[in-house]
């Protein structure tokens, strides 16, 4: 499945479309995250994405409190669903749609507490994109951006990707200049289906977490089917 053709209220895998909200959310919130390593051709946006990634990275780990909406106004789809991600280095735990995914930095675990099962799996080619230090050759894909409108609080920037076969025509990103603050960000996608990730807060965590705090560990969820796909 395209990381951008969410399933429509025709498909009746629920489950199929958290694990692939998963997955595209953490490739879209890296995107925005991480975009000023690879920004292309307008210098000035290049400085705004710049600070605001560098006051991201700058946090030993990071805990994001988000809101993800899925919209396509012809299938009647609005749905919003708050989330939690925490961040520290390429490791990664992510909360959304009553899922728990983590990265372990060489597996990812996808754990559905309603049926009681976690997915373990190695990332594929496709979701290599997962992995923030892998992120920084996605330059190599291409995208021009462009400084649409500068306000008093908000700058809005979009990327246009040069791989004109993406099913996605821009992804927006709204940004606070003054505080270097990403505010939210849209993928807008050529079968009109958008996904708006609205970021309430970004802060340090505090303790940092420790590495296994991004692993699920069968052995303590006795009662969980492990179904590992490595």
Same mark, same amino acid.
């Given at each position: 499945?395209?990381?951008?053709?969410?399933?429509?209220?025709?498909?009746?895998?629920?489950?199929?479309?958290?694990?692939?909200?998963?997955?595209?959310?953490?490739?879209?919130?890296?995107?925005?995250?991480?975009?000023?390593?690879?920004?292309?051709?307008?210098?000035?946006?290049?400085?705004?994405?710049?600070?605001?990634?560098?006051?991201?990275?700058?946090?030993?780990?990071?805990?994001?409190?988000?809101?993800?909406?899925?919209?396509?106004?012809?299938?009647?789809?609005?749905?919003?669903?708050?989330?939690?991600?925490?961040?520290?280095?390429?490791?990664?735990?992510?909360?959304?749609?009553?899922?728990?995914?983590?990265?372990?930095?060489?597996?990812?675990?996808?754990?559905?507490?309603?049926?009681?099962?976690?997915?373990?799996?190695?990332?594929?080619?496709?979701?290599?994109?997962?992995?923030?230090?892998?992120?920084?050759?996605?330059?190599?894909?291409?995208?021009?951006?462009?400084?649409?409108?500068?306000?008093?609080?908000?700058?809005?920037?979009?990327?246009?990707?040069?791989?004109?076969?993406?099913?996605?025509?821009?992804?927006?990103?709204?940004?606070?200049?003054?505080? %270097? @603050?990403?505010?939210?960000?849209? !993928? /807008?996608? =050529?079968?009109?289906?958008?996904?708006?990730?609205?970021?309430?807060? #970004?802060?340090? %965590? @505090?303790?940092?977490?420790?590495? !296994? /705090?991004? =692993?699920?560990?069968?052995?303590?969820?006795?009662?969980?089917?492990? #179904?590992?796909?490595?």
């Amino acid at each position: 499945r395209d990381l951008h053709s969410f399933p429509t209220r025709r498909s009746s895998d629920l489950n199929t479309l958290k694990l692939f909200i998963m997955r595209y959310f953490m490739t879209l919130l890296f995107v925005l995250l991480a975009y000023a390593v690879f920004a292309q051709n307008d210098p000035k946006a290049k400085e705004i994405l710049d600070k605001a990634a560098a006051k991201f990275k700058a946090y030993p780990a990071a805990e994001i409190d988000f809101t993800l909406t899925m919209e396509n106004p012809s299938e009647n789809i609005h749905e919003m669903h708050e989330g939690k991600a925490w961040m520290k280095g390429n490791l990664y735990k992510l909360n959304v749609m009553d899922v728990e995914n983590y990265y372990d930095g060489k597996n990812i675990y996808t754990y559905m507490p309603e049926v009681q099962e976690v997915n373990i799996k190695n990332p594929n080619e496709e979701e290599e994109i997962l992995n923030p230090t892998t992120l920084f050759d996605i330059h190599n894909q291409g995208f021009d951006q462009k400084l649409v409108s500068t306000g008093n609080d908000i700058t809005y920037i979009e990327l246009f990707p040069t791989d004109k076969s993406r099913n996605f025509t821009k992804i927006g990103i709204w940004v606070n200049p003054a505080t %270097s @603050s990403i505010q939210k960000v849209t !993928s /807008f996608g =050529k079968d009109g289906n958008n996904v708006l990730i609205t970021i309430k807060s #970004i802060k340090q %965590s @505090s303790p940092v977490p420790a590495d !296994s /705090f991004f =692993k699920f560990d069968p052995a303590k969820h006795p009662e969980v089917e492990v #179904i590992d796909l490595r």
